[in-house]
Every structure is written in C-alpha cells, then in structure tokens.
C-alpha cells in the first residue's frame, strides 16, 4: 500500500502501537499489524522451535503470503529442519525463507564448526544476528514469538518495541502464558516439534541445547553452564533490550501508593483455568458475559483505557458491578486526576497511572477528588435526598 | 421555574473552583493541550476563529430576569456587551479570555446557571419546547422530566467521554417544537392506552453532514421509565459508538452499522437491568422538581385595553398576528420577541436588550423567559390586557419585529465570521434575504415559512429541516450557495432535498427570491403555506423557477 506521508520515526510509531494494541488479543494484534499504516513491509522470524507453530498457524490464518525467515544455523537439530518442511507445508505458508550464515565469513572465522566452545556469542553472531540483518533489509518491521515468562530479559517485554531506531519488533504472544501456548496448539491440533517430546522445551542450535528439568525454566537447556541467555538476534548492541520498567503508581482515597500485586494477570482467555484469587486484565473489547461465572472467584480485574479519552471502562466497571462483582476493581492505563472521582463513582476501588504521570499530575491532584461522594447526582436519583 | 436546592448551588461552585485549578494546572503544565481539551469542553469553553468562546446552558430554554441580567452584566464585564442565543437553547459569548473564564462561571453560578456538558463528547444541554408549561396544545409541561435528565446527565460518571457528543430533546406537546428527530434522543409526550403519559422514544436523528431522521425505538415509555431508558440507550452506545473515525461516531451511525432491531435488542436488554436500580427515588425527585413548574398565579383582567389596541393600531395587530402563540388560558398569550430585526444578526442580544426584557418579564410575563431554538425570547405567560404596553415597550427598543414564523425569521449560524469550522458566510446571507423581503413588502403576502442558513455541513443553522434551506460551502476558495428544499423540523419531519447546483454568495438572495415569485404563482390560494404547496406539487415547478435559464435549454 503506497503511504501518503513518509512514516514518523520508529519510536513514536511504537509508543502509539502499544498505545493503539495494548488490550488486543495475539491474533488481532497481528491481523492490525499486517494493515496498520504505520507499519511498513512486515517479516516473520521464525526458529520452528518447540513453541513456534503457534505464531506460524495464527499468520498463517491472516496471510499466507508473509515472508517467513527461518535461519538456519547449519548447526540445528535434523529433527527441526524435517519439522520445519513439515509445518511450512502443513500451514501453507507461502514465502518460506531458509536464510544461512554467510559462506566467506564461515570459512574466515568458524571453519571447524568449533567457535561456539570458545565464544558462543561471536558464534551466534555469524550464524544467527548478521544472516538475519541481511535478511531484514528492506522489512519495516518484523514478528517474534518472544514472550514474558521466558526469561528475566523479556519480563518486561511490549508487544511493540523499538530495535534501535532501525525497525519495529512485535511480539504478538508476550502477553501468553505457557499455558496459553499449550492450549492453544492442542485446540488448532497443530504438529509438536519431536524434540518437545523428549525433553526440550526451547530448541536451539544442537550444539547449544540441552533438555531442561520440569522443574526449570523453559529456557534453562540454552547453553547450559553459562550465563548467556539470549542468542544475540534480540540484543541490540551488545546489551538485551528489555521494554521500558512498567513501573507504576496506584490512586486510592488515600493518595498514591505502590503496586502490592505481584501475582500474574490473567487474560480472559486463560479464565477457565484460573484459580481462586486470581487477577485478570481486561479491555474494552472484553466480552463481559464469558466472565459470568468466574466473577466470585477473581480477586482483581484491571479494567484497562487505551486512552483517557476512551470513556468504555466506566461503563464496564458499572456492568461488573452490575453482574455482582464484589471484588478490586482496578482501572489501568491512561486516566488522569480529574477522572478520579468518574472512577471511583463507575465502581472503581483504584486507579492504576503510569510513574509519568505520577510525576506531572503528583498525590494532591488525586486527592482533590476523594470527596467524590459529594454533589453526586446518580446517588442523588439512586438512592435518596 | 426550577430554583437550585443547596445540591445543585454546592455542585456548580465546586465545579467552578475545579475549572479554575484546572486552568492552573494547564499553565503550570499539570495538564497537557490534550488533556485540558476535554476538560474545557465539558465546562462549554470552545476554542474558536478568534479565540475562545463560552457557550452557557440554559437548561429546556427557561430563564428568569435575575438570570437573563446576569448573562447582560457578564456580556459587558467580560464580553463585547452583547450575546449570542444559538439554536440548542444556549447563549454563547464571543470574546472571553482564558483567565477571565473562572469568574464568568462564578458570576452564572451566583444565579444558578452553568455552561456544564454545553460542548464535549457527552450529554449536552438538555433541549424542550419553548413554549412548555405555557402552550394550548400541551399534554404536560416536559419541563420537569428535562430538569430531571439535566440532573441525571451532570457529571454522569460513565459518560463523560462517549464517542460523541450526545443531543436529548423533550417536548410535551403534539406539536412538535423542539426538532426532536433531529436530536440523538428525541422524546416526544404521548398518552398511553390508560391516558397516562409517556414518551415516544426516538432514537439517532441528527442533522450535520449525514443527516437522518430519528428513528423511534419505543412507541410509548411510561414516564416513569424515562432515566433507566434514556441511561440504557447512552450506556449501550457508549460500548458501541465508533471511536476510530469522529464522521462516524453518532448514535446515528451507530444505529445504521448494528441495525435498529439488534441497537433496540440490547437497549432493551440494559434497560430490563437497569431498572431495577432506579427504585422510586427519581420519581420522588420528579414530584420535587415538578412542584416548582407550577404554573405562576395568573391574573383575571378585563381584556378591554387589548381588544381596543387591535382596533386602533395597525401596527399593533400586525404584531399580534405573528408574533402571538395561543397560551392555556385564552386571557393570555405566548409572546415571542424577535431578535431578527432587519439587519440585526440572528440570535444576538445586546446587554441593553437582555436587560430591558428582564424588567419587562417581570413587569408583565411573571418573571419568565424563554429561548427558543428558533433563536428569538420568549414571555410565555403574559395577560392580554398587557400586550399593548409590552408591545409600546418593545417598539421603543427595537425589539418590535412582526415576523415571527415568516421569511425573515430566520435561523443562521456564526458562519465563517465567527467559527473555525465554517466554510462560508451566513449571517450576511440572513441580512440579505431579510433587507430583500422588507424591500418587496411581501413578507406577510409570503406568511408561514421557515428559511434557515448553515455556513458548513456541519449544519448549526438546521439548514435540513428549512422549508428553504441555505448550505454555504467553499468551492476552489469561493464560497457557494447550496439550495434544499422542503426540510420541516416539526412532527411533520423531513429532511430538505438538494434542488440542484449551487449559487454564488452574490446569486444566493436573487434565488431565494425566485423561490418566493414562484410559490406566490404557484400557491392554490393565501391559506396554502409554502410548504403545503412544495408537498402537492414536489420540487419541479422550484427547481424550475430556481434554475431558469436551464429550463429554457431543456425545453428547446
């Protein structure tokens, strides 16, 4: 699609994607990706690993035709190159592109197939970071399957991230929980990679991997014995990009204090399996009545504004109140003080605001509105003069 | 009229100690451009062509002399000494300053008048028939139930940032008069099959560029249900209203994207809970408000003086013929006072003339004022034994125009003299056609016809539902004249159709006036209005008279 404008810099066109996206399920995120204006020609990176057959199926739904890069480190298992055959196949995909590490610069600097014992990162460069820059040329943006609950470097991980001012990362699935990935490739009955079998619940390079305990983290079989943790395709110049620190303050009748919720956010799709107690991030879009009959169990719902602006949440906290909803009801994302009392009235019990904004529109200005009981005409109308 | 209780005193002063520290917060920078927007919107400060302005509620169009003082007194402290009553029952001033905006609105909370919700993505300012409480043809004075939903809708926490802006209008009467299928909720009073009365619900008319006629959604609401419907409709399209797109955001839009079956499934849905939250206590508050639109204490007079005046004074009866509305009590009558003099802009009161129509409400009209969206005031109880000393009062102020419902009243917006969004000039289009029809003195040959003057497609001026209707937009940076014909704003609705290509600002007055040799010609006889004729013959024999030269082509 030819664009009218040239695009705004990349990290302005992330900040407003994340803005736009925030609440958007992995699928939808996707699906606007591929068609937002603001983002230019769009990759798939893809190791055809353990997990990945989930974002390769959920592409696979929206176009067939996107360019799938799938490196070839000429050091991976055979079972994932059959695999990757197998499921590019399955799925139809389309443009399937099995990119390897430079032929001259192998030669010069990894001829015995040995540098990954003596410096595991120069290898990963050449067979995995510098295939894959050459690769993205031309490509505004590109997919990962990254997410979350993979590892310290990616806890705090957006669905869209700036790599360097250069191109725009998305990661539709950063949001998915372990279980979210399971489910979903039972649900769509998609092929497993062999290997998950046997014991490897992250697949990289043959070399590089080995299978982790149930009791360690997913990733704990990649390079085993070192403290190298990411391969260098997600590193931007040298340093992990993690997504900014969400740090944030919460707003009660009694000023600001900080997050005691340290539990996981469940979203609406993981409801089924939820236990007591649990806390549950919603948007806008959120269909409330797939939340009747979970209500008495949750002990937190984030209702979240993609802008202040955006008056939905008000009326989705009323409704979960109306539907019986006894418990903390937060409101996230972008109000501002003077919504407090509009807040509070709808339902509320706190106002969940970034340390930003905090810091523009400090404690005092919330506070003015903790009076909002007074000169309130729906209790007025509802419940007596 | 309504009095505010201590409730309603305390809410608008704290509203405004609340605006003042947020135009603080703005300047210290607490607040940003983006943040602030809403914010002022919702207290009526617009940021317009020249700098801001304020637009001021006045609730169902009912004021008293203290009230209608105040606005002179702010108009001159504040303003350029004068205001400007606009087609949805507020007054708008043209020339604050930011900081001096906090003390207007501490000046109308004195007198119990805001401009709270008169702009913004939320309920506005609640619209009735001006001749409510007063009218012959009234089932029941909708005043109260409009003192309700105003009440009702302040500060309503859910929706203070809907999609859109959000327009009710009420009217109790038959008799349409307050344009509700041209509002996002029109309520129209009827009785239901045991008598009562209730409402016919409309729902997603509106004028502006897709102009659509409200589609009624319930046919009788028993008034007791007014709140829990009038929350479910605005609760449903809160969730459902488009937010991507602001020429798409209206609840008529909304209404055509879902289809009025499923709109009316789920209003009908969200009602049915709803109105187990709304336990008796509004209505107890609806008898409250109701006890304080008792009519005033009319007088018995002899109406000697009245029917004297009629006999000697020409002028007078000319007045009284056009300007006179039937009032309850034949000894009365509803007076309107056109502000639409020849060359006065339509709408626009100066100080003086608010002032001395303050004292003359008090004098002869029990202290009652109206507004209408017709843009004219209104005394709407005055005996008429004293028409003749009002009507001498007015004359001497100018405010004696006998042209009330005729060609020269007309309603026109700012235009492009005044606002931002205006893509051509109105009230020079008004002055025109109104120093025409005085030059022809044909005005009351003409009678009944409403022409109305939109200066963009945003329609402020009801350009739709004009008998005439004026659309001026701009061409290649000309500005151009676009005719409809046959719009009606009342219960008859109709939307006005496009008669063909548009006129030049210079060409606009000469084609009007084409329009009004051709009814004349074209009419069965005086009783027959212009639209009764448009409505028997259609837009041909218009069209024709409108575009002469083309006729001639066709026929050759």
Redesign the interface.
């Known amino acids: 699609m030819p664009l009218e404008a040239p695009l705004p810099p990349i990290r302005e066109r992330v900040a407003e994607l994340n803005r736009r996206y925030r609440h958007h399920s992995a699928a939808a995120v996707l699906e606007h990706a591929l068609n937002d204006p603001l983002v230019g020609p769009v990759a798939l990176v893809s190791s055809f690993g353990a997990e990945s057959v989930v974002l390769l199926h959920l592409v696979s739904t929206i176009d067939r035709s996107l360019p799938v890069i799938f490196l070839d480190t000429e050091m991976l298992f055979p079972e994932t190159l059959a695999y990757q055959r197998a499921v590019s196949e399955r799925l139809g995909l389309g443009d399937v592109r099995v990119i390897r590490p430079d032929r001259e610069a192998l030669f010069a600097r990894d001829p015995d197939a040995l540098l990954y014992r003596s410096d595991p990162d120069a290898c990963c460069a050449l067979r995995k970071s510098e295939p894959l820059a050459r690769a993205l040329e031309g490509f505004d943006a590109w997919i990962t399957g990254r997410k979350r609950f993979q590892g310290k470097a990616r806890a705090a991980l957006e669905l869209f991230e700036d790599e360097g001012g250069r191109r725009i990362k998305i990661n539709p699935l950063a949001h998915w929980s372990p279980r979210d990935v399971q489910d979903y490739i039972v649900n769509n009955r998609l092929p497993r990679h062999p290997l998950v079998g046997r014991g490897y619940p992250s697949i990289g390079c043959r070399v590089c991997t080995t299978p982790a305990g149930e009791s360690e983290p997913p990733r704990a079989g990649r390079w085993r014995g070192s403290d190298k943790e990411e391969c260098g395709i997600h590193f931007l110049g040298g340093r992990a990009v993690p997504g900014p620190a969400p740090k944030t303050v919460i707003v009660t009748d009694t000023g600001f204090a900080s997050d005691d919720w340290t539990g996981p956010w469940l979203t609406p799709e993981a409801l089924e399996r939820a236990g007591r107690g649990a806390a549950l991030d919603i948007g806008?879009e959120t269909d409330l009545g797939q939340l009747a009959g979970h209500l008495e169990a949750l002990a937190m719902i984030r209702v979240n504004f993609p802008a202040?602006?955006?008056?939905?949440g008000?009326?989705?906290a009323?409704q979960l109140r109306?539907m019986g909803y006894r418990g903390r009801l937060r409101a996230g994302g972008h109000l501002?003080a003077?919504?407090y009392?509009?807040?509070?009235?709808?339902g509320f019990d706190e106002v969940e605001i970034a340390a930003d904004l905090a810091e523009?529109?400090?404690q005092e200005?919330w506070l003015?509105r903790a009076d909002w009981q007074?000169?309130?005409?729906?209790s007025?109308?509802?419940?007596?003069? | 009229m309504y009095e505010y209780d201590d409730?309603d005193a305390?809410?608008v002063r704290?509203r405004v100690a609340?605006f003042r520290?947020?135009v603080e917060?703005r300047l210290e920078?607490?607040?940003t451009e983006e943040?602030f927007r809403?914010?002022r919107l919702l207290n009526g400060l617009y940021l317009q062509l020249h700098g801001y302005m304020l637009r001021v509620a006045i609730p169902y169009g009912t004021l008293n002399g203290r009230q209608m003082r105040q606005l002179a007194m702010i108009a001159e402290r504040w303003d350029k000494g004068y205001g400007h009553f606009t087609t949805r029952q507020n007054v708008q001033f043209n020339w604050p300053r930011l900081s001096d905006v906090p003390d207007m609105l501490e000046a109308l909370a004195e007198v119990g008048m805001h401009a709270i919700q008169t702009s913004g993505?939320t309920i506005r300012n609640v619209t009735a028939d001006h001749f409510a409480g007063a009218a012959a043809d009234e089932i029941e004075d909708p005043r109260p139930h409009a003192e309700?939903l105003r009440?009702?809708s302040?500060?309503?926490?859910?929706?203070?940032?809907?999609p859109r802006k959000f327009k009710i209008a009420i009217t109790g009467s038959p008799h349409d008069r307050a344009v509700t299928r041209a509002n996002d909720i029109g309520l129209r009073m009827v009785r239901g099959p045991g008598g009562e009365s209730g409402f016919e619900v409309s729902v997603g008319g509106g004028l502006g560029r897709t102009p659509v006629a409200g589609r009624v959604i319930r046919p009788f609401l028993p008034a007791a249900d007014l709140?829990p419907y009038v929350e479910a409709i605005v609760?449903t399209y809160?969730?459902l209203g488009r937010?991507d797109n602001k020429y798409k955001a209206r609840i008529k839009i909304t209404l055509l994207e879902h289809g009025p079956e499923a709109l009316t499934a789920r209003i009908e849905e969200r009602f049915a809970?709803l109105r187990r939250?709304?336990?008796g206590?509004?209505r107890?508050?609806l008898a409250r408000i109701r006890r304080q639109f008792a009519p005033p204490p009319f007088e018995e007079k002899p109406l000697a003086p009245y029917e004297a005046a009629r006999a000697a004074d020409p002028v007078f009866r000319a007045w009284t013929d056009t300007n006179l509305t039937p009032h309850r009590r034949a000894d009365h009558a509803i007076v309107t006072v056109s502000l639409k003099a020849p060359g006065a802009t339509p709408g626009d009161a100066t100080s003086a003339q608010m002032r001395l129509l303050a004292d003359l409400a008090g004098k002869y009209g029990h202290d009652e004022l109206r507004i209408s969206h017709e843009q004219n005031i209104i005394l709407p109880h005055v005996h008429r034994a004293d028409l003749p000393a009002l009507h001498a009062a007015l004359r001497g102020a100018g405010l004696a125009t006998a042209n009330i419902g005729l060609a020269s009243d007309i309603i026109a917006c700012p235009g492009m003299d005044y606002c931002a969004l205006a893509t051509a000039r109105s009230i020079p289009v008004a002055r025109g056609i109104a120093a025409r029809i005085g030059e022809l003195k044909l005005e009351h040959e003409i009678g009944p016809l409403k022409i109305r003057i939109s200066g963009c497609i945003n329609a402020c001026g009801h350009h739709h539902v004009g008998h005439i209707g004026i659309l001026g937009l701009d061409r290649a940076g000309v500005e151009n004249y676009q005719i409809t014909l046959g719009g009606d704003g009342t219960e008859t609705f109709a939307i006005g159709k496009r008669a063909g290509p548009g006129f030049a600002h210079d060409e606009i007055v000469p084609a009007v006036e084409r329009l009004l040799r051709a009814y004349l010609q074209l009419r069965r006889d005086r009783r027959e209005t212009f639209i009764e004729t448009f409505r028997r013959l259609g837009g041909a024999p218009f069209r024709a008279a409108l575009y002469p030269s083309k006729d001639k082509a066709d026929a050759a």
Not at chain 1, 380 to 385: I, V
Not at chain 2, 154 to 162: A, G, K, R, V, W
Request: glycine share 6%.
């Open positions: 806008p202040f602006s955006d008056g939905r008000f009326t989705i009323r109306r501002i003077d919504q009392a509009m807040a509070r009235r709808s523009r529109q400090p200005h003015a007074q000169g309130d005409y729906q007025r109308l509802r419940e007596g003069f | 409730f305390d809410f704290a609340r520290a947020q917060r920078g607490a607040l943040e809403p914010l993505n309700l009440q009702w302040t500060d309503h926490p859910e929706f203070q940032f809907l709140l609760s809160n969730m937010r809970q939250e709304f336990r206590t509004d107890q508050m």
